[in-house]
């Protein structure tokens, strides 16, 4: 095995750190904290496709309801029905744990969002988010990597992506620690045996770029190691963690909330390619936003205070299909439904331009229409929360003039 591919496998470093090596080194960067309080933003990716018509459910619409006989979520006061939130649009029952979010005003839904690209490729579509370039299949990077390039305050563990390797979000010159899913995410590895360690650090003792980023990666790993560690301590109390999202939300809250110089951090969660048997308000599709709306609040009440300086941006490839299909469950659309909670979140509303359901108002006969590019939404967040100027916001979506929303206090 070579050394660049133990390197991959040990996860000190993510894919996306070894891209630029021979051509970007990194210089020795501070541990220190320079803001105790610093502005967060933490991505949640749900692969698949998720039935925005589902999670937030247009009961004003007829034909919701006529092309949907099976899976439609009833309306507000009917059995099983959907929680009202403003009189045109209702919360799926199974989220109702997020209503006291949207009555303290931190969480908004930006209805009828998306890519201005018609592909329903999952493949395609999710890297053209991930990339933040619509359409262009050649970008290198992904648009949350550059936005690490801008950032001022840089450091080993600025950002943390949730999972086995590094997403396509965050590929580029910019380190990324990487955090294991579920209860082994602190699980020694062969790189923390002292022997194979002193081994190593030996061999990259000297300043040539290749070990300035070994020993960033290994100190972005040792900090992470020392949170994980105190923070199953105190969160354990005799009983294990939940499994899958909720647990790793929570794990992932309470490390950012221990420690101020994570400021970015990315999840990716599986399973909403509904094709069959999607279900309404009980069935597959709700039992899984059981679990995403479980693992939300874990993120609030897991950073504590700290969700009053944090951004979460729930976001999917695209939509799903007005119309159920033949099998109970919903084809790639195109028009979704993005989230927003977080203390600076102007919250308590469904944004967004709707343009109806009716056939002739639907993108090519069949799906909710895209009147509100998802770059949008995102540049908002960057601009309002993270105070990214607009020459910033240039590199970080260089393919698009962002609009600035007024989705933030």
């Known amino acids: 095995m070579n050394r660049r591919q133990f390197l991959i496998q040990s996860s000190l470093f993510s894919t996306s750190s070894l891209v630029s090596i021979g051509t970007y080194g990194w210089a020795a960067r501070s541990l220190a904290a320079s803001n105790p309080h610093p ?17 937030v459910v247009p009961y004003q619409e007829p034909t919701y309801y006529t092309d949907r006989p099976t899976i439609a979520i009833p309306r507000p006061g009917q059995p099983n029905g959907a929680v009202d939130l403003d009189g045109q649009f209702g919360l799926h029952p199974a989220l109702a744990t997020l209503l006291p979010l949207w009555q303290q ?24 988010l991930e990339s933040g370039t619509p359409g262009i299949k050649t970008t290198r990077d992904g648009w949350l990597n550059r936005l690490l390039g801008v950032m001022s305050d840089k450091n080993p563990i600025q950002a943390v992506s949730v999972g086995a390797i590094a997403p396509r979000i965050l590929l580029g010159k910019r380190a990324v620690a990487n955090l294991a899913s579920g209860r082994s995410a602190g699980n ?3 790189i923390d045996r002292p022997q194979i360690a002193t081994a190593f650090d030996r061999l990259y003792g000297s300043n040539d770029a290749l070990r300035r980023a070994y020993r960033e990666g290994r100190a972005a790993r040792t900090e992470l190691l020392k949170d994980l560690a105190a923070e199953t301590k105190m969160a354990n109390n005799g009983a294990t963690l939940p499994n899958g999202f909720p647990g790793d939300a929570q794990r992932l809250a309470r490390l950012m909330a221990r420690d101020p110089r994570i400021q970015v951090s990315f999840l990716a969660v599986g399973g909403w390619d509904t ?43 695209f939509g799903r ?31 967004g331009k709707w343009a109806g359901l009716e056939p002739a108002q639907r ?10 590019d998802f770059r949008d939404v995102l540049a908002t967040v960057l601009t309002r929360q993270l105070a990214v100027d607009k020459t910033q916001l240039q590199q970080v979506f260089p393919t698009y003039a962002s609009q600035i929303l007024d989705l933030t206090t």
Not at 105 to 128: C, I
Not at 277 to 287: C, D, M, V, W
Request: a neutral charge.
């Open 363 to 372: 993108y090519q006969g069949r799906d909710l229409a895209v009147t509100t």
């Open 188 to 190: 020694r590895m062969q």
């Open 39 to 55: 502005q967060r933003l933490i991505v949640v990716f749900l692969r698949g496709a998720i039935d925005g018509l589902s999670v």
């Open 321 to 351: 299909t007005v119309k159920e299909n033949g099998n109970g469950g919903t084809d790639h659309g195109h028009g979704n439904v993005m989230w927003l909670l977080g203390g600076g979140i102007r919250g308590g509303k469904v944004y």
């Open 105 to 128: 005003k931190s969480l908004a839904f930006v209805h009828a969002s998306g890519s201005n690209d018609d592909t329903r490729s999952h493949f395609d579509a999710q890297d053209y």
């Open 275 to 317: 094709h069959i048997n999607q279900g309404g308000s009980q069935g597959q599709l709700a039992r899984n936003l059981e679990q995403l709306g479980k693992g939300l609040i874990a993120l609030q009440t897991g950073l504590g205070s700290a969700y009053q300086n944090t951004t979460v941006v729930v976001m999917s490839e």
